[in-house]
């Protein structure tokens, strides 16, 4: 039975859906004024493993990942571009697809844009107004009255007395309480025109907070399964979601009976470079396509993967290289059982169990993936039909993370991309030939002296049954 760790109860929790059988889920997206970088990759690919499994575990899922394209720094990008909002969010769009593409992930069921739920958003503000939990201040902001709201702070453990011990923000502008946030932003005089919609409250544009509880109530419900995203969301980004999407359904006070918004929290862990996290404040970051310029997606999968998502990473081009020789070592057991092919596995097998267990205790693919070298291990060691069926297992294991889905030589003989590759295949198998040659002529120590000569070049030669001579890059 699944468990997941709920941020909210900060604890695992055996795993009941709302709807039995069918799975909601709404992950935290992208503010497309730039590429993307590792950390968004992250949040990418611990979503789409949480999709993959639970669709293997049966349940029908939806998945929504929202596309911020309205906020302060796509307005500051666009207006120093000289282009239109539209044209600047479009284009970045269109790369987040593209590295996503690359990295062979799952699309969402369903990517709602920000600037299409505008009346949505709108409409959550005018109730949370009628609850008496938001209010339009002096400067024509719209502001969420944080003090009315008791159960402000559940999801972070954070209290309104430590949150405003520690709040430096000024009073200003009609702000009733720094701590409030606002929902509706007043236009200024010299913002572009595509960056205002009417309202009741004048022209203006919706907060960043408001956008995701107007769009996952909209296409998931009032009431849904799961909510993800990074750590760093968690407060304040998901804590407004929560003050304002059970403030507008609601009001100032909760029933015992009332349903949350959300049942399960879930949030990744930061990617660090050289222990600090990576930021773009910081000019630490790394974009997705130029680390893919470098390394195989695969590569990049599996590297973040073999981490449990809820822990941090620190991330390198040593820690990348640490992984692809993981899938080098899957890759090898695999190659061994050329003619292995997909069929359902056997629900019995013990390597099928221990991979359940561990998905199943809040999607832990460290040891998910540490079965699979366990059975790649076997793999090696088996012979006949019984290493062909060994070999299936872990494909098809292998496959429910994305991780395997290639012709094993075709991956042992593409090397890395971090390196010098050097020699090209055509020159391998030349040097291959000879070294036969060399051995057919009896000349034993040439022989060796290719098998050498290619090792330091990073080829790596394996003789098999009746004269045949496979190689791989190291």
């Not at 007043?186 to 004048?202: F, H, I, M, N, V």
Request: charged share 25%.
């Amino acid at each position: 039975m699944l468990q997941i760790y709920n941020t909210l109860s900060r604890s695992k929790q055996l795993f009941k859906p709302i709807e039995a059988g069918k799975v909601k889920m709404y992950v935290c997206g992208m503010t497309v004024y730039d590429f993307c970088h590792i950390g968004h990759a992250r949040v990418m690919i611990v979503f789409d493993m949480v999709v993959r499994w639970l669709r293997a575990s049966g349940y029908e899922v939806i998945y929504v990942r929202n596309i911020t394209d309205i906020d302060d720094k796509i307005i500051k990008r666009a207006i120093e571009n000289g282009e239109p909002i539209s044209a600047l969010t479009n284009r970045f769009i269109d790369a987040m697809h593209a590295d996503s593409d690359e990295l062979g992930l799952m699309h969402p069921e369903q990517e709602p844009r920000a600037t299409d739920y505008i009346a949505q958003m709108q409409g959550m503000i005018g109730r949370l107004i009628e609850n008496d939990l938001a209010y339009q201040a002096q400067d024509g902001d719209v502001n969420f009255a944080v003090r009315l709201f008791p159960e402000y702070g559940r999801l972070s453990g954070k209290s309104i007395d430590e949150l405003n011990a520690g709040e430096r923000v000024a009073i200003g502008g009609g702000k009733r309480d720094p701590l409030d946030f606002v929902l509706w932003k007043s236009a200024k005089p010299d913002e572009p025109e595509d960056t205002r919609w009417q309202s009741p409250w004048g022209e203006g544009r919706p907060g960043w907070h408001i956008e995701c509880s107007a769009m996952s109530c909209d296409l998931l419900g009032q009431h849904f399964d799961i909510h993800g995203g990074g750590a760093d969301l968690q407060f304040p980004h998901h804590e407004n979601e929560i003050a304002q999407s059970e403030g507008a359904l609601y009001g100032q006070h909760h029933k015992a009976d009332d349903q949350p918004f959300v049942n399960y929290w879930m949030h990744n862990g930061h990617i660090r470079v050289n222990e600090e996290k990576m930021s773009k404040s910081l000019g630490n970051f790394f974009l997705i396509r130029d680390v893919l310029k470098t390394f195989d997606p695969e590569v990049v999968r599996f590297f973040m993967l073999r981490a449990h998502y809820r822990s941090p990473i620190n991330y390198s081009d040593a820690q990348l290289e640490e992984a692809r020789a993981g899938l080098v070592r899957l890759y090898t057991a695999l190659a061994q059982a050329p003619s292995v092919a997909s069929k359902a596995l056997d629900i019995h097998s013990p390597w099928l169990i221990r991979f359940t267990d561990a998905m199943n205790d809040d999607f832990n693919t460290p040891e998910a993936i540490a079965a699979l070298f366990d059975l790649a291990t076997e793999v090696n060691r088996a012979q006949g039909d019984e290493k062909i069926a060994l070999a299936n297992t872990l494909k098809g294991l292998a496959n429910t993370l994305n991780f395997l889905q290639r012709d094993p030589t075709v991956f042992l003989q593409t090397g890395s991309k971090n390196a010098d590759v050097g020699l090209s295949s055509e020159m391998i198998e030349e040097h291959i030939a000879a070294r036969v040659a060399a051995k057919q002529a009896k000349d034993f120590a040439q022989a060796d002296a290719i098998r050498k000569n290619l090792l330091v070049q990073g080829v790596v030669l394996e003789d098999k049954p009746g004269g045949i001579t496979e190689w791989r890059r190291s």
